[in-house]
């Protein structure tokens, strides 16, 4: 089982990036997907979640109307789409998959599998 994040780098601060997650984890269709993310010196927080269509997603308040979440189960990778950073969204952030028994979920427990995380820097 692999997770490989990529699409990180520095923005300045209401500059866009797009994150990408290629998976080799068997059927990428059963696995609900999950952003998370650690700035220094804090813990790991959750960003958004997908659910196993694509057809339901769940967004932490402080990036809800900002970030986009969307997944291709042809081509098994989820993406995030962020748009208007600002400073406070300077993180690594991790993908994860996971199979809870809900659509989607904002818990850390419940994903198995983690990608090795990309730098996302927003300059003010």
């Known amino acids: 089982v692999q997770l490989q994040a990529s699409g990180g780098g520095l923005v300045q601060a209401g500059g866009s990036l797009r994150l990408s997650c290629a998976a080799s984890?068997?059927?990428?269709?059963?696995?609900?997907m999950g952003w998370f993310r650690q700035a220094p010196g804090k813990e790991r927080e959750f960003v958004a979640a997908v659910s196993r269509n694509g057809a339901g997603t769940d967004y932490a308040d402080s990036v809800k109307g900002r970030f986009t979440i969307s997944r291709d189960n042809y081509r098994n990778t989820v993406y995030l789409q962020m748009n208007s950073l600002k400073p406070e969204d300077t993180a690594a952030y991790y993908c994860?998959?996971?199979?809870?028994?809900?659509?989607?979920?904002?818990?850390?427990?419940?994903?198995?599998?983690w990608g090795q995380g990309t730098l996302v820097t927003v300059s003010s």
């Open positions: 984890i068997g059927t990428f269709s059963m696995y609900v």
């Open positions: 994860a998959a996971g199979r809870p028994p809900y659509s989607t979920s904002r818990s850390y427990a419940s994903y198995n599998y």
